[in-house]
């Protein structure tokens, strides 16, 4: 089965600390992405990869950067966190054809006071 | 502007009644068609996917989809819900000729009463 693992379920930070989201996954799996999920909203594309140290921006990029140094890991990096970035974060893996399946992960869902 | 809606926020039915959530699309081609589901507390799964075709799509859990082109529709049907189908139901798409980067719809919440 594919395992798509993030770093925590729960966070909770303050205003203005720099907070690290990590993302795993054990298929190979070229294409990696980040989404944040708010009720009302669906889920929303912050960004994405598609190979090591590649990456492109996604409907949402303001106020967040990401990483990939490895082909399993996908980091996403709030900078400076404010309060209104307290939301769930979903990370997710798929090949690399077009509209392959993606695979979640469980999801972070980080409060920032 | 392209977009995935899903007109129904919350919709509850009793175990072993049909189901059907609906969606719909504003795409100038037909993009790629799927539905996920997220049980509470987990990360979200495909239950069925459309690329072309037999309009008719099976997916897992007993759940189906149907692809109308004419109502720019892709909804999802069950005959008999289950109360561990109770979750949160979302239509997604990826436009024809581009990455693979799904867009959402905003989710509807089913609820499932014994």
């Known amino acids: 089965d594919v395992k798509v693992t993030q770093s925590s379920r729960y966070l909770v930070k303050r205003t203005g600390e720099k907070v690290f989201l990590e993302c795993v996954q054990d298929m190979d799996h070229e294409n990696m992405f980040w989404y944040r999920q708010d009720p009302g909203l669906g889920l929303r594309l912050i960004y994405f990869s598609y190979d090591v140290k590649m990456k492109e921006k996604g409907d949402i990029p303001e106020g967040y950067s990401v990483s990939r140094e490895k082909k399993e890991r996908f980091s996403l990096i709030l900078e400076s966190a404010s309060t209104n970035q307290t939301s769930m974060y979903l990370c997710?893996?798929?090949?690399?054809?077009?509209?392959?399946?993606?695979?979640f992960g469980p999801g972070t869902r980080l409060t920032v006071l | 502007a392209q977009s995935v809606t899903q007109p129904d926020i919350h919709i509850t039915v009793s175990e072993g009644a049909s189901l059907e959530l609906r969606c719909n699309y504003s795409y100038g081609a037909t993009p790629y068609l799927f539905w996920y589901v997220q049980s509470p507390g987990q990360g979200l799964q495909l239950l069925l996917k459309y690329f072309s075709g037999d309009t008719l799509v099976q997916g897992i859990k007993g759940f189906e989809a149907e692809f109308k082109r004419s109502q720019s529709s892709f909804n999802l049907r069950k005959p008999s819900v289950h109360w561990s189908d109770a979750a949160e139901y979302f239509c997604a798409v990826v436009p024809t000729g581009t990455a693979s980067k799904l867009t959402f719809g905003t989710g509807t919440r089913l609820q499932v009463t014994l």
């Open positions: 997710a893996s798929s090949f690399p054809a077009t509209a392959d399946t993606q695979y």
